[in-house]
C-alpha cells in the first residue's frame, strides 16, 4: 500500500517540471557564480547555506507537488543538493567541514521540504505546483530580503521560516565547529517534526482536524528555533583561514553579528 495515494497529473506539465528546474538549479547555481565572480568574492562556503536550503526547496517542493509523489521530490532534491556541492567546490569551496552533519541536514532537509510539495498535490490537485512555487517565491524573498539588509526583518519572521531552519543546519554543517553542529539540533528537530506533520495531514486528507496539528507543531517547533537558536552564521566578521581542515577562523571584531539574519546575511567586505 502506498503511503501516499497518487495525485493528479499536473496542469501545465512542462512548466511545473521547468519552475522546479530553475528554482532549484539553475537560480542556485546562478547565485554562486555571481559571488565568485564579484569584485571581492566571498568564500562560497560562507553564504552556502541559504543557496543550499533554497535549492533544495525549489527541486524538493515543487517536483513532489507536480510529480505527487513524496519519493521523487526528496529524490531530486538530494540529488540537487549533491550537485550543488560539487559545483561549489569546483568553484574553489573547500572540502566539507562536516560531511555527516550536512548529509544529514540536507536528507531532512530534503524529506520536510518534499512533504510540503506532496501536500500541496494532495490539496490542490493538479494545481498544487503552482502553491508550491507561490512559496518557494516568498521565502526565498525574505530570505534574500534578510541577506541584502541584515537586522531588517525581525527575528521572530526569520524563526517561523523552514528555509531558514535548513540554511541554518547547512551552514553549520558546512562551517561549523563540532559544538555549533549540535547546536543546531533544534534547526534539524524542527524540519523533521513539521515533516512527520505534514505528511499526516496529506495522508488523512481530505480530513480537516490535522491542520490543527501541523500548524500547533510549526509554531511550537518556530519557538523552540526562537528559544534555541542554532550557531551564528559567519558573515562578515570571518575571515578565510587556510587551515589544515578547511574550516574558516574568526578574525576579531569590535562588533558581534546580527542574530537576526547570521544564517542568511551575505560577506560584507572592508
Given at each position: 500500500?502506498?503511503?501516499?495515494?497518487?495525485?493528479?497529473?499536473?496542469?501545465?506539465?512542462?512548466?511545473?517540471?521547468?519552475?522546479?528546474?530553475?528554482?532549484?538549479?539553475?537560480?542556485?547555481?546562478?547565485?554562486?557564480?555571481?559571488?565568485?565572480?564579484?569584485?571581492?568574492?566571498a568564500?562560497?562556503a560562507?553564504?552556502?547555506?541559504?543557496?543550499?536550503?533554497?535549492?533544495?526547496?525549489?527541486?524538493?517542493?515543487?517536483?513532489?507537488?507536480?510529480?505527487?509523489?513524496?519519493?521523487?521530490?526528496?529524490?531530486?532534491?538530494?540529488?540537487?543538493?549533491?550537485?550543488?556541492?560539487?559545483?561549489?567546490?569546483?568553484?574553489?569551496?573547500?572540502?566539507?567541514?562536516?560531511?555527516?552533519?550536512?548529509?544529514l541536514?540536507?536528507?531532512?532537509?530534503?524529506?520536510?521540504?518534499?512533504?510540503r510539495?506532496?501536500?500541496?498535490?494532495?490539496?490542490?490537485?493538479d494545481?498544487?505546483?503552482?502553491?508550491?512555487?507561490?512559496?518557494?517565491?516568498?521565502?526565498?524573498?525574505?530570505?534574500?530580503?534578510?541577506?541584502a539588509?541584515p537586522?531588517?526583518?525581525?527575528?521572530?519572521?526569520?524563526?517561523?521560516?523552514?528555509?531558514?531552519?535548513?540554511?541554518?543546519?547547512?551552514?553549520?554543517?558546512?562551517?561549523?565547529?563540532?559544538?555549533?553542529?549540535?547546536?543546531?539540533?533544534?534547526?534539524?528537530?524542527?524540519?523533521?517534526?513539521?515533516?512527520?506533520?505534514?505528511?499526516?495531514?496529506?495522508?488523512?486528507?481530505?480530513?480537516?482536524?490535522?491542520?490543527?496539528?501541523?500548524?500547533?507543531?510549526w509554531?511550537?517547533?518556530?519557538?523552540?528555533?526562537?528559544?534555541?537558536?542554532?550557531?551564528?552564521?559567519?558573515?562578515?566578521?570571518?575571515?578565510?583561514?587556510?587551515?589544515?581542515?578547511g574550516?574558516?577562523?574568526?578574525?576579531s571584531?569590535?562588533?558581534?553579528?546580527?542574530?537576526?539574519?547570521?544564517?542568511?546575511?551575505?560577506?560584507?567586505?572592508?
Amino acid at each position: 500500500m502506498k503511503f501516499l495515494p497518487h495525485a493528479q497529473p499536473p496542469a501545465w506539465p512542462f512548466l511545473a517540471w521547468l519552475s522546479a528546474a530553475l528554482a532549484g538549479v539553475v537560480a542556485p547555481a546562478l547565485a554562486m557564480l555571481l559571488f565568485v565572480e564579484a569584485p571581492a568574492p566571498a568564500p562560497l562556503a560562507l553564504i552556502g547555506g541559504p543557496i543550499l536550503a533554497l535549492g533544495l526547496m525549489g527541486a524538493g517542493m515543487i517536483a513532489a507537488a507536480a510529480a505527487g509523489r513524496l519519493w521523487i521530490g526528496v529524490v531530486l532534491a538530494l540529488l540537487t543538493g549533491a550537485g550543488l556541492i560539487l559545483f561549489a567546490q569546483a568553484l574553489g569551496m573547500p572540502r566539507l567541514a562536516h560531511p555527516l552533519s550536512t548529509g544529514l541536514a540536507l536528507i531532512i532537509a530534503s524529506i520536510s521540504f518534499a512533504a510540503r510539495g506532496a501536500l500541496f498535490a494532495r490539496s490542490a490537485s493538479d494545481k498544487g505546483w503552482l502553491i508550491a512555487v507561490a512559496v518557494v517565491a516568498g521565502e526565498a524573498a525574505i530570505l534574500l530580503t534578510a541577506s541584502a539588509m541584515p537586522g531588517m526583518l525581525p527575528d521572530w519572521l526569520l524563526a517561523l521560516l523552514p528555509a531558514q531552519w535548513a540554511s541554518t543546519a547547512i551552514q553549520t554543517g558546512l562551517t561549523g565547529t563540532g559544538i555549533d553542529t549540535r547546536a543546531a539540533s533544534s534547526a534539524l528537530l524542527a524540519l523533521a517534526g513539521t515533516a512527520a506533520a505534514t505528511l499526516l495531514v496529506a495522508r488523512l486528507w481530505p480530513r480537516r482536524w490535522p491542520y490543527l496539528i501541523m500548524f500547533t507543531a510549526w509554531l511550537g517547533l518556530s519557538a523552540l528555533v526562537w528559544h534555541q537558536p542554532g550557531p551564528p552564521m559567519p558573515g562578515a566578521e570571518l575571515a578565510k583561514a587556510a587551515t589544515p581542515s578547511g574550516q574558516y577562523a574568526a578574525r576579531s571584531t569590535d562588533a558581534e553579528p546580527d542574530a537576526a539574519a547570521c544564517s542568511v546575511a551575505g560577506p560584507v567586505h572592508d
